[in-house]
């Protein structure tokens, strides 16, 4: 990347954002990549290079920011997740879509040239097939969140083909790491149930026992993100969002790969409101075009995941 080409990270404080800015700033330089979100980072995004208070839904306030700092790229990560925004469906609605919208508004004024934003599997719903998901497949879903997703990917594609606007989307499993706490979805059990077994050596579930997902560690959701970013224009040919694909388990899998290094471990289940939104979501899911196009490829599986955490 030629020096002046400045990256520009909103959502940095977030579960992704804080390991992309720290994994940005090694690979270019950490003046290179300005982040920004409403609320404080960690300690080592705020002190490791610049970083803005920026809320996307002010336009202006993001236009002078991407001025100021000489912005050519930007990775679009401020959302409401899913079971957040199944709380406050309008509000989800208006900031899943409007920040978009501000950022895919600055590529077609050619103001910033490449444009992340990352899609879910809860594009998917309830009529999806559930085992080995195909790239393209029938996108009914059933969640607000998915809803905002989809459409989202429809803008993506269109301002791509009526604007030529470079913008790149995967569609993310539920991510597990531990630099930062999840924000309010529905996969965040797989997160929440590490902290517990170190505190307290057990966990109640809030999902049920046998609730399959497509699951993916952090490092390699990272390497997917930068990974689609650094390649050539010419082989992001889905212009909407890539399916890819990590590991798939359930909470009673997970637990049993926790309790072989933990013994003493117990888990509970209390299903709630998050049951129904996993149960519309698949179970696994076919990233053979991603492989092809771009040669995406995962690296964890469930045992080096449950390591990395515990
Ligand atoms: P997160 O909730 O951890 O982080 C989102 C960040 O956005 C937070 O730091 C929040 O303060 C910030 N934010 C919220 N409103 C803002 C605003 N108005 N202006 C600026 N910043 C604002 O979420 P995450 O897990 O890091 O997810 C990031 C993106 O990836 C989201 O679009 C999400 O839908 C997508 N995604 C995440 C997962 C996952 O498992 N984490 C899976 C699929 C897709
Ligand atoms: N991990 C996310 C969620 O549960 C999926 O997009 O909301």
Excluded at 204 to 228: Q, R, S, V
Aim: glycine share 6%; net charge negative.
């Amino acid at each position: 990347m030629a020096n002046q080409e400045r990256i520009l990270v909103v959502g940095a404080a977030g579960q992704i954002g804080t390991e992309l800015v720290l994994e940005l700033r090694n690979r270019f330089g950490n003046d290179s990549v300005i982040a920004a979100d409403i609320k404080t980072p960690n300690y080592d995004v705020m002190e490791g290079g610049p970083f803005e208070f920026l809320d996307i839904l002010d336009k202006n306030a993001l236009l002078k920011i991407v001025r100021k700092h000489n912005i050519k790229q930007v990775y679009q990560l401020a959302a409401l997740l899913s079971a957040t925004a199944e709380q406050n469906p309008m509000f989800a609605w208006k900031l899943n879509m409007e920040g978009l919208f501000n950022i895919l508004e600055l590529g077609k004024e050619k103001i910033v040239d490449k444009i992340f934003w990352p899609s879910s599997i809860a594009v998917f719903g309830p009529t999806t097939p559930r085992e080995n998901t195909p790239q393209i497949t029938i996108t009914e879903p059933s969640s607000v969140y998915g809803v905002s997703k989809l459409a989202g990917e429809r803008w993506c594609e269109y301002y791509f083909n009526k604007f030529n606007v470079d913008v790149r989307s995967i569609r993310y499993p539920g991510l597990i790491s531990h630099k930062s706490q999840p924000g309010g979805g529905t996969t965040d059990y797989a997160v929440h149930i590490f902290y517990e077994a170190k505190r307290h050596q057990k966990y109640e579930c809030f999902l049920k026992a046998d609730c399959t997902l497509p699951m993916m560690y952090m490092d390699d959701a990272i390497n997917a993100t930068i990974g689609i970013m650094e390649c050539d224009s010419n082989k992001v040919k889905t212009r909407s969002s890539y399916n890819i694909s990590g590991v798939s388990f359930n909470p009673e899998e997970l637990a049993l790969e926790i309790k072989n290094q933990m013994p003493e471990f117990t888990i509970t289940y209390a299903p709630d409101y998050r049951q129904q939104l996993a149960e519309s979501w698949p179970a696994s899911i076919d990233d053979s075009v991603a492989n092809k196009d771009w040669g995406w490829k995962h690296q964890y599986d469930i045992s080096t995941i449950v390591n990395e955490m515990l």
